[in-house]
């Protein structure tokens, strides 16, 4: 066999695969159960379905639906109208009858007559036609081809579960079908299939409503921006939510406003199949149903496919029903007659009746992150203007004039949700002829105008330096504020008239021209023009700076005045103090919180300009008891060390010198640079913002700030406590440096107190009295005791009942008090702080030693130190505190339990 001849048979083949395949898929895709396998087909259109009924004892029937684009309408022979329909029922027709499959369960024989398929009760026709469909065009031109399909339905199997059909294309053909799955061709009577939802509405599409009826007419529409207004009667704004539900209400109350009323139209339906009235001759006379002459009109509208399309249906009412509680209905565009129940319609006839309870009570309805510019004109004949301006993603910015200022975002939005006004309309005035007492509403002179707009800031286009990218920039307008889009309406003004009582009146003019008149709380008024003025938009944030720009701060608190500077290493310092030889660290955390606190120090309230020949002293700021000087640069520091301090005291200098030296006070060798004075005066009263009256270099105006926020520098303790347990190792390494001086000086060092930490010496056989008081919380108790020549012992002369001395806790006492050594070294100089308790009526334990020369050496102890230990001082060196150990003096505090003996009862 030759190559080609190999080529041949394999082609052959693979030819006859393909065929095989073919025959395999057409098999597998066509259903054999199915009874019109033509309707499968994708392209087919069912635009007509006839079906016609002579069931036994009942007179012959035939409906015929017709599809209009996308519904489907029925017409009854052999009345002339068609009725609208539930297009889904239709539907189900159609896909009932494609779907249609014989039961191979059932054992059928192919005789039509004797299964009722040659004189059929059912018989249901569909057209339509086969090709895609195309508006305007011809069938010749779309290639659509008209086709029929038509199925006989015969009799119904005894157990009732299979009906008999066969088709026009296999008359001689019986199949059984299952009848539940032709329960759309069985229906009991033609108004099945019409619709019970009357009316397409509810609360997101609806466009328009319009209500027509002998009480009176009411029409609504829908803004573009989401608010609904009135056209009829002309009351401006409509409330959309209703009045809030109470959270108390047991029942679920009624939905209010245009969405309640929308809803109550869009449930209005046919509530029982019974309700339809069966289709007739009879005229719409008949039920009142006439148009034009119906009791009630009720038409709303939707958006439709196309833009600006507006889809409408129109409900008419007509006539009650006799004896019924119900109100015969149809739609316009329709002849088919309804009853529908009467509580359905309550809603809408209240409405009629009272239309002006749909009046909305808010102000102006305005969103608040769509508001972007509002315009505030007062003062004789409106004067002034205040602009305010907050283009979408920037900050709110005030504009007087050439002069502009930073907004406090809070208080604009607290001017937005005022002429949001919520449910705060009090009254409208709506008399025939409303401009008539526009004088004696004081809207001739009005007070103030305020002009809201909406998305209104423009940009323009600009290129950047590249020239390649174009960017949109605002534009500006004269004043230097952002310039409003052209010809932008402002969503709604607002002009208001005179005040009476608690309410101002306002007239109102919206986007479309529409004026409302009312009367408003005068609350609106005062945020609208604030008592302060202008000022009360300012940003309530002062001029900042930075802990790290500062190099001198001066705080004054009534008669006393600190003066905090920036020291090497950061570190806080203050200058002229007698803690630490005249020099002490002031505690960082509490400085810098004063710091923080003026560094962004926000406003309370805003109070008035303030003029240059202003009297300050009614507000308490001529001399007032707290204020704060702070200077701005950055220190350069003279370097420092504890070397250097070892230098000095190598160099001849004694241990108080060197202390007392400014080596430990960085030197400011720097120029000052901005200064900054900050006052605080008198506290207002809650009348008059409760406040305490402040001023500021830089800021030309008076203002107040909240109490709270001057807690910390009027109490604040700026010494650092810290300081001291850093004091003994500074001392230690300097006494260190001191010792190893080559110039002879380290022997005569040793001995001094500061180095050995020596504060109180004396011969202990000397001692010949000693006191100790005790105080705690809840007494204070002396004890004395005398040594005894005689008897070479100490006694208790306290005159205390049934105790017993421990000679031996004296002796130990006397002895560690004549070599007492500090245990650290907190101040050498300046004496104990109030706080350290070490005054006489303060102190928790004080020891008093009598020598024989009559020398009194007294040990102080007084409040506990944050480091360990008790502070203490001692008669010899009253500059000097230092601490003590907390195992030495809590025993001591314990008095008759340390100083007596366990008390033996007798037997």
């Known amino acids: 066999m030759n190559l080609r001849n190999t080529a041949l048979l394999f082609g052959l083949l693979l030819g006859m695969l393909w065929l095989f395949g073919l025959m395999l898929a057409y098999k597998k895709g066509v259903d054999e159960a199915l009874i019109v396998p033509g309707l499968q087909e994708s392209t087919v259109s069912i635009d007509k379905i006839v079906v016609q009924r002579k069931e036994a004892d009942k007179k012959p029937e035939e409906l015929d639906f017709t599809k209009d684009t996308k519904t489907w309408r029925m017409q009854q022979a052999p009345l002339k109208y068609s009725v609208l329909t539930d297009s889904f029922k239709v539907d189900h027709i159609v896909n009932q009858i494609r779907d249609m499959r014989r039961n191979d369960e059932a054992d059928v024989r192919d005789d039509p007559e004797y299964y009722g398929l040659t004189n059929p009760q059912i018989t249901v026709t569909l057209k339509g036609y086969l090709g895609k469909a195309s508006e305007g065009k011809s069938t010749e031109e779309t290639g659509k081809k008209a086709r029929e399909w038509q199925v006989f339905i015969g009799k119904t199997s005894p157990d009732k579960t299979f009906v008999y059909v066969n088709t026009a294309e296999r008359r001689s053909k019986v199949y059984a079908v299952r009848k539940s799955s032709l329960d759309s061709i069985f229906f009991k009577d033609p108004s099945a299939f019409r619709p019970k939802t009357l009316l397409d509405v509810n609360e997101t599409t609806a466009r328009f409503v319009d209500l027509k009826a002998s009480e009176g007419e009411i029409e609504l529409k829908k803004n573009d921006d989401g608010t609904w207004r009135f056209i009829k009667p002309n009351y401006g704004l409509a409330d959309f939510e209703g009045k809030p539900p109470s959270k108390l209400a047991v029942v679920p109350p009624k939905q209010e406003g245009v969405k309640g009323l929308l809803t109550a139209i869009g449930a209005v339906r046919v509530t029982a199949d019974e309700d339809f009235v069966p289709l007739s001759d009879a005229g719409m006379d008949t039920y009142g149903l006439e148009e034009g002459k119906e009791k009630l009109k009720i038409e709303v509208g939707n958006p439709g496919e196309k833009k600006d399309e507006m889809n409408k249906s129109v409900l008419l009412v007509g006539f009650k029903v006799k004896d019924r509680d119900q109100y015969y209905v149809r739609l316009a565009n329709d002849q088919g007659v309804e009853k529908i129940d009467a509580k359905a319609l309550t809603p809408v006839f209240e409405a009629l009746q009272k239309p002006g309870q749909l009046r909305s009570r808010d102000v102006i309805p305005l969103d608040p992150l769509g508001t972007d510019?509002?315009?505030?004109?007062?003062?004789?004949?409106?004067?002034?203007?205040?602009?305010?301006?907050g283009p979408q993603g920037k900050d709110w910015k005030l504009y007087l004039g050439k002069e502009s200022h930073k907004a406090d975002d809070k208080t604009v939005q607290s001017l937005i949700d005022a002429l949001r006004g919520k449910g705060e309309v009090q009254e409208f005035f709506d008399e025939p002829e409303p401009k008539k007492k526009d004088a004696e509403r004081g809207f001739d002179q009005p007070a103030a105008e305020v002009v809201v707009y909406k998305e209104a800031i423009a940009k323009e286009e600009k290129k950047d330096r590249t020239g390649d990218k174009e960017k949109k920039q605002e534009e500006k307008s004269a004043d230097g504020s952002p310039a409003l889009k052209k010809d932008m309406k402002p969503l709604a003004t607002l002009t208001f008239g005179k005040t009476e009582n608690d309410l101002v009146f306002v007239k109102r003019t919206t986007q479309d021209g529409t004026e409302s008149r009312f009367a408003a709380p005068k609350s609106i008024m005062e945020k609208v023009i604030p008592p302060q003025g202008a000022i009360a938009f300012?940003?309530?944030?002062?001029?900042?700076?930075?802990?790290?720009?500062?190099?001198?701060v001066e705080l004054m608190r009534k008669d006393e005045t600190f003066v905090i500077q920036k020291g090497e290493g950061s570190r806080w310092l203050l200058k002229d103090r007698k803690d630490y030889a005249g020099k002490n660290f002031a505690d960082d955390k509490n400085v810098n919180a004063i710091l923080k606190t003026l560094g962004h120090l926000t406003v309370q309230k805003w109070v008035k300009r303030l003029d240059p020949k202003e009297d300050l002293d009614r507000f308490g700021l001529t001399k007032?008891?707290?204020?704060?000087?702070?200077?701005?640069?950055?220190?350069?520091?003279?370097p420092t060390s504890v070397a250097g301090l070892i230098g000095l005291a190598a160099n001849g200098f004694t241990a108080p010198q060197v202390l007392a030296s400014d080596i430990l006070m960085a030197g400011n060798s720097s120029s000052r640079g901005e200064t900054m004075t900050f006052k605080f005066g008198k506290e207002a009263s809650d009348k008059e913002g409760g406040g305490v009256y402040s001023v500021r270099t830089g800021v030309d105006y008076l203002f107040q700030v909240a109490p709270s926020a001057l807690k910390e520098m009027r109490e604040a303790d700026l010494r650092d406590r810290t300081w001291l347990s850093l004091l003994q190792p500074v001392l230690d390494t300097t006494i260190v440096g001191m010792l190893a001086s080559p110039t002879g000086h380290g022997q005569l060092l040793a001995g001094m107190p500061l180095v050995s930490g020596q504060v109180v010496h004396f011969d202990a056989g000397k001692a010949k009295e000693m006191k100790v008081t005790v105080r705690t919380t809840y007494e204070l108790r002396k004890f004395d005791f005398a040594y005894s020549a005689k008897d070479k012992t100490w006694q208790e002369k306290s005159g205390l009942r049934e105790f017993t001395l421990d000679v031996e806790k004296v002796k130990s006492l006397v002895n560690w008090l004549a070599d007492l050594h500090a245990e650290r070294f907190i101040f050498l100089a300046g004496g104990p702080r109030e706080e350290q308790k070490l005054a006489p009526n303060d102190a928790i334990l004080a020891v008093d030693i009598v020598l024989e020369d009559s020398q009194n050496i007294r040990l102080t102890v007084g409040a506990s130190f944050e480091g360990g230990g008790y502070f203490a001082m001692t008669s010899t060196s009253p500059e000097v505190v230092f601490t003590m150990p907390k195992d030495r003096i809590d025993p001591l505090r314990e008095g008759v339990g340390y100083f007596g003996k366990t008390r033996v009862a007798a037997r």
């Open 373 to 389: 510019a509002i315009d505030i004109r007062h003062g004789k004949n409106l004067d002034r203007l205040w602009k305010l301006r």
């Open 538 to 552: 300012f940003d309530t944030a002062l001029p900042s700076f930075e802990i790290a720009d500062v190099n001198q």
């Open 624 to 638: 007032p008891e707290l204020s704060a000087t702070v200077m701005l640069n950055r220190l350069q520091f003279t």
